[in-house]
């Protein structure tokens, strides 16, 4: 049976049907599983801002589930501020793919997506070729402009914005130091998961001493031009700010570093 949503002003014209993309669910589907199938299609880009999305009984056929179930996963991405759910007209996609990716990652990062977890890695791995092509390529400059990031994190004290957007700012820098413009372009695509990574781990004990010492030892092997050493810190680096984060959404709240 196909399914259809029907046509919005909103919606762009040529774009997919949100009903005629999804799948029956194999297994009974709870909440968090219907919104994880749904958010795998808005976050992949199949449906544009602004397009409305097909009623809860289309989507429960669609789904093979219960329209209590869609009901719940729709009001799950509404509180996310992922979808708007308008009394008497039905559900849409929020306009603002700047606002909407940070959330899609965070709600991604709280249900172990896979495309999330492949992102997380890929980063650790990024960040590491950054550091030590930034140790072999930096001038004096490259470097004051590394530690003035720095000192920001440290004088932000409880200023957890002025933190998060120096922490930003010094793994940018980083990457632009290292000259090469493919790993500048990716790192600064993915600055949305940076800026929802630290949001999610700035509340647990550790956080800001721990990442405070991680930078200054990638800063002290970028000034002295080691990429040996450069790879290690941030390597190390990643470890345990993936230990902070699998903690934030673990729900544990006790990772260290």
């Known amino acids: ?40 299609h808005l976050s992949a880009g199949d449906i544009r801002p602004g397009t409305r999305l097909p009623a809860e009984r289309q989507l429960a056929e669609a789904l093979g589930v219960a329209r209590s179930s869609v009901r719940g996963a729709l009001s799950a991405l509404d509180v996310l501020g992922i979808i708007e759910i308008r009394p008497g007209s039905g559900s849409y996609v929020r306009e603002g793919t700047s606002e909407f990716l940070p959330r899609a990652i965070n709600w991604g990062l709280m249900l172990g997506q896979r495309r999330t977890q492949d992102l997380v890695e890929v980063r650790t791995y990024m960040e590491g070729v950054s550091a030590r092509l930034a140790a072999e390529r930096a001038t004096d400059a490259d470097v004051a402009r590394l530690e003035e990031h720095l000192q920001h994190m440290r004088d932000a004290g409880g200023d957890v914005t ?76 990643m470890r345990m700010a993936s230990a902070r984060l699998r903690a934030s959404v673990d729900g544990t709240g006790d990772g260290e570093g």
Do not use: Y
């Open 1 to 40: 049976m196909t399914v259809t949503s029907q046509p919005d002003q909103h919606s762009s014209a040529g774009a997919p049907d949100l009903a005629q993309l999804l799948r029956p669910v194999v297994r009974e589907s709870s909440v968090s599983e219907v919104a994880k199938r749904l958010l795998d």
């Open 162 to 237: 002025a933190f998060i957007d120096a922490d930003i700012a010094f793994h940018l820098e980083t990457a632009r130091i290292a000259r090469n413009t493919v790993l500048s372009d990716i790192l600064h695509s993915i600055r949305a998961l940076l800026q929802v990574w630290m949001e999610r781990v700035s509340d647990i004990e550790g956080t800001v001493s721990g990442t405070l010492c991680e930078h200054d030892a990638v800063l002290q092997a970028v000034r002295a031009r080691d990429p040996e050493a450069a790879d290690r810190a941030m390597a190390e680096h």
